[in-house]
């Protein structure tokens, strides 16, 4: 079945990078866009970024417009998140995602904590 694994959160300060991977597993990777969402405390989930099936047309919410870079390897079955200037404003649960109606095709998701 459809297994979406993700990994590389963590705690960092503002101002900081992290990389968050996602290994597919279970379904043709290669042939779906991916996404990225997020959920914040208390709040509902949010679109970051999607990413077409060639990994050549990113797009992403302007909240993060800049600072994060959405790719993907689909030798690896493997879409990926650089997170730079990261803000305290992004901490939340970070998931991947097919996209469709509430992302309801996610992972386990991963915590990103920017703090000082």
């Known amino acids: 079945q459809m297994q979406l694994v993700e990994s590389g959160g963590g705690w960092v300060q503002p101002g900081g990078s992290l990389r968050l991977s996602c290994v597919a597993s279970?379904?043709?990777?290669?042939?779906?866009?991916m996404s990225w969402v997020r959920q914040a405390p208390g709040k509902g989930l949010e679109w970051v970024s999607t990413i077409n099936t060639f990994g050549t047309i990113p797009n992403y919410a302007n909240s993060v417009m800049g600072r994060f870079t959405m790719f993907r390897d689909n030798t690896k079955n493997t879409v990926y998140l650089q997170m730079n200037n990261l803000k305290p404003e992004d901490t939340a649960v970070y998931y991947c995602?097919?996209?469709?109606?509430?992302?309801?095709?996610r992972g386990q998701g991963t915590q990103v904590t920017v703090s000082s």
């Open positions: 279970g379904f043709t990777f290669s042939a779906y866009s």
């Open positions: 995602a097919i996209p469709g109606p509430n992302y309801t095709d």
